[in-house]
Each structure stands twice: as C-alpha cells, then as structure tokens.
C-alpha cells in the first residue's frame, strides 16, 4: 500500500508542482512589450530619418549658396566669345568684354523642390548646362523669400536679404543670406 501512496504522490508532484518554464501569460506579456518598445524604436528612427533629410538638404544649400558667393567674389566668368569673353576668348578687361553681372541662386519648379546655380554678363547665362540640385526624392520643399539670390562681383554682398525655409511637412530648417552675403 505506501508503494501505491508514494506513486500518486510522485505523479501529482511532477504535474502539480512549479515547472521550470513559462507560462502562456508570462510568454504574452514579455512578446506584447518586446513588441511596444520596437514599434517605439521604429517610429524614432523614422522621426530622425526625416530631420536629418531637412538638415542635410539645409547643409547643402548653404554649401551651394557659398559656392554661388566664392564664385561672385572671384569674378569668375566664361570667357568664351558667345559669352562674357572678347573677340579672342579671352578675359582681361579687353573691347568688347562683358561686364559680370554677378551670380546667381535660382528657386525652379513648382512648388520649390529645386535650385539652379549659374553667372551672368550683360543678360547672357553661363555655364550652358547649369548646376542644378533637385529635392524631390527627400521630399523637401523649399520657401524662399527672394528669387533668385543674386550675388554681386568682387564681395558687393546680395541683391536683396533672403530668408529660405525648408520644410517636409514636420520639421522646418532655416537659412539666411543677409545683405552683405553672409550666410547662416
């Protein structure tokens, strides 16, 4: 008889008694805030992702805006003779040259997604295939206050101040050219 006790009593312990795994609730609970923290972290990824898509388009026209401006302080200008240059396209205060107007900035499309950098004497554009910087694949819109940002020759600063925001709908950059052409 206590043979048969001591058989229950072994089978109940090794279904009654704690188990070393989990359980169905404990294995929910765990995978349910596994889940919420990933669903967190994506959404902050994504969040960041878009700031810094507005930050690098901002960095980017402010590197381009400065190029626009060393290429006014230098002068720098095509010399052929189709366009700024004199008869034997050349520059160097010769009849005939071209006076630089200066360089220009210039917001495209509609709405503003894209800029295009060239120079130009007496009304007569150069380079022939300007640098054009499209932003339409980061989604990023462009709200200028003055177009185009004219750069005079010679650090003669700008045409006008300007003011250009860049947005993509939940984060706003803003870059300032002010009337003597410093950028920030």
């Known amino acids: 008889m206590k043979r048969n006790c001591s058989k229950k009593r072994f089978f109940l312990n090794l279904f009654l008694s704690p188990s070393p795994g989990f359980t169905l609730i404990e294995l929910l609970v765990t995978i349910s805030i596994m889940a919420i923290l990933f669903g967190l972290g994506v959404a902050k990824y994504i969040e960041f992702n878009r700031r810094q898509t507005v930050v690098q388009a901002a960095n980017e026209l402010k590197a381009n805006l400065r190029l626009t401006q060393d290429k006014a302080l230098s002068a720098e200008k095509d010399c052929r003779a189709t366009k700024c240059g004199g008869s034997d ?25 894209s800029y295009q950098i060239y120079g130009q004497c007496e009304g007569i554009i150069f380079p022939d295939s300007p ?54």
Do not use: R
């Open 131 to 184: 640098k054009t910087v499209d932003l339409t694949s980061k989604g990023v819109l462009i709200t200028p206050s003055v177009n185009p940002i004219h750069f005079y020759p010679l650090g003669l600063g700008v045409e006008e101040a300007a003011t250009i925001n860049l947005s993509n709908g939940s984060m706003t950059q803003t870059v300032t050219v002010n009337e003597g052409g410093e950028i920030f």
């Open 89 to 113: 396209d050349l520059c160097g205060n010769e009849a005939g040259e071209e006076a630089l107007d200066g360089w220009y900035l210039v917001f495209t499309g509609s709405p503003y997604q």
